[in-house]
Every structure is written in C-alpha cells, then in structure tokens.
C-alpha cells in the first residue's frame, strides 16, 4: 500500500475529517484510497460510558476519477460497543454524512458531482458510469437521492416578490375537437421559472 502524503493529499481534496491510511495502485484496477475518521470514542447514548471498538467494517464507495481513472474510496469504519454490562445500549456503527450517504455506494462528494452532471450538464447516467468504473444503477439510485433532496428543498425557489401570469389556448386533436388551455407562471426575477399548470 502506498503512503505517498503528497498524492494523498491530492486525493483527499473535500473529505473532511478523514485520515488517509494509504492507497493502492494496481495496474487495470481502480485506485483504492484508504481512509478511517478521526471521530472521538463516543459515549453510549443508553449510559454514557466510553464505549469500544468491537469491529472494523470496511465499506467501498465509488469515488471521482482521479489521474484520468475510476477509483474508490475504501473507508474502515467503527463499530463501537458498550462495554458496561447491565446497559442495553449494544453496538453501533459509525455514520460520516459528509463521507458518504446512508444506503448509496458513491462518496458524498461523487454524489453530489453526479446529480450535477446529469440535472445541469444532461450527461446520461451511462456515460458517467463508464467514466466512474461502475454501473447504471450505482449512478441513477444517487442522482435520483439527491436529486429528490434539491427539487423538494424549500428554498428551491428562493423569494417570489412578483408573479406573472399568461394563458395559452390551443387545440387537441384534429378528431375530438377538443380545446386544452395551459396557465404559464414564472417569477419575475432572471433565472427562476414555476412550472406550468394544464387544464381545460
């Protein structure tokens, strides 16, 4: 295993709190970076006893290409246990938002450069999975986490201080005859946009 501090730190740029433990770099393979927290040992959450490692788990995350190859992200976690005996607080595992998102196999920060590419860039989640090294569902199952966190957040919109309204009326097909109106919104403010309302 490789401990290289200057590629290292190259290949550390926006994981916060982490420590590299080194990086393999085998020919026709990704590259691997090995990395662990410098969490604290925490206290149990039933009795507040320092708690101990049980285990070290080892997740692997499809992380940014780096040096023009796909490479991951190999982070030994902790699992820490209670060690007070009448306590029901049991074991646990530690948990890095800021590394990687629960239940997704791409590292926060691939996560977040995924949903730009295909939501800003209309890249296909096909070609960004050949570019990363991993398949389609690895790709869309993250787009789609973060994706739903950007359109339904809040703030998507930002303050609307005036709404503009039209009204488009045009015909449906040639048989039915039918008339379909549609209401058009958008905010007055340069670069912001309300969807559409159909209707009759």
Known sequence: ?????????????????????????EVGAPLS?????????PGCSECGVLARVKDRPVVTLVDLAAFGRPTRLVWNKF?????????????????????????????DRAGRWVTEQVGRHARTVNE??????CDWPTINDTVVAYGTALVEHK??????????LDEIRSFGSARS????????????????????????
């Open 1 to 25: 295993m490789e401990t290289d501090p200057t590629r290292l730190c190259e290949l550390l740029v926006g994981l916060p709190e982490v420590t590299a433990l080194g990086l393999d770099d």
């Open 33 to 41: 970076i090995h990395v662990e927290t410098r969490a604290r040992r």
């Open 79 to 107: 699992r820490w246990h209670c060690p007070e005996l009448t306590c029901t607080g049991g074991s646990w595992t530690e948990d890095e938002p800021s590394i990687a998102a629960k239940r997704l196999m791409l590292s």
């Open 128 to 133: 960004i999975g050949v570019e990363l090294g």
């Open 155 to 164: 703030d998507r919109f930002g303050t609307v201080e005036a709404l503009g």
């Open 177 to 200: 005859g039918r008339r379909s109106n549609c209401l058009i919104t958008c905010a007055t403010q340069p670069g912001e946009e309300i969807p559409e309302v159909l209707g009759r």
